[in-house]
């Protein structure tokens, strides 16, 4: 081999590595990543969400940026993640139920716009039994006695029994 072909090798060599390069995908993460939260500020999923994202930051040298798009029982939230770019930047951080996926478009006769199969679950973040609580200065001990008082007391109207408003603190499982 002479030196002229070892050259012309070399730098052949040297510039289809350069190209490949050009082609490879960057370590993840390389940029900021967006968590849409589609629920309003202060609910369960940003109150899991910002500590998490503060605690990735630091992990992942990139920015972790909580992103509030609240609205129509999650589907606004939802529709945002589902149509992002597939690349794992924007994650949707979602409570494990009816609302925001396509059951509740089926409860409207809508089309639905996403379903659970536009998603792919990565994390369980929290888990957590559901709770009631009433005042104490009420007179209920049980659940039953608080479902038969609400049987007693129902009305023709469509209002709430007066335990179930402002009294009541549910915490739904979510993921």
């Known amino acids: 081999m002479d030196r002229r072909r070892f050259v012309a090798g070399s730098a052949a060599a040297a510039a289809a590595f350069a190209v490949q390069r050009v082609f490879a995908q960057d370590a993840y993460p390389s940029h900021a990543i967006t968590f849409i939260n589609p629920f309003p500020p202060g609910g369960a999923a940003d109150v899991v969400g910002r500590p998490l994202a503060a605690v990735l930051e630091p992990i992942l040298k990139q ?10 029982a999650g589907q606004v939230g939802g529709q945002v993640a589902a149509s992002a770019k597939p690349d794992g930047y924007t994650l949707l951080i979602h409570i494990v139920s009816i609302s925001g996926f396509a059951e509740v478009d089926k409860l409207f006769d809508r ?65």
């Open 63 to 72: 920015p972790c940026i909580i992103e509030t798009k609240a609205g129509a």
């Open 111 to 175: 089309q639905p716009k996403f379903t659970r199969a536009d998603f792919i679950p990565i994390a369980r973040l929290t888990s957590g039994p559901m709770v009631l609580v009433v005042n104490d200065q009420t007179p209920y001990k049980t659940i039953k006695e608080l479902v038969d008082d609400a049987k007693k007391t129902r009305t023709s109207s469509s209002s709430a029994h007066p335990a179930f408003t402002a009294r009541c603190i549910c915490q739904p499982r979510f993921s």
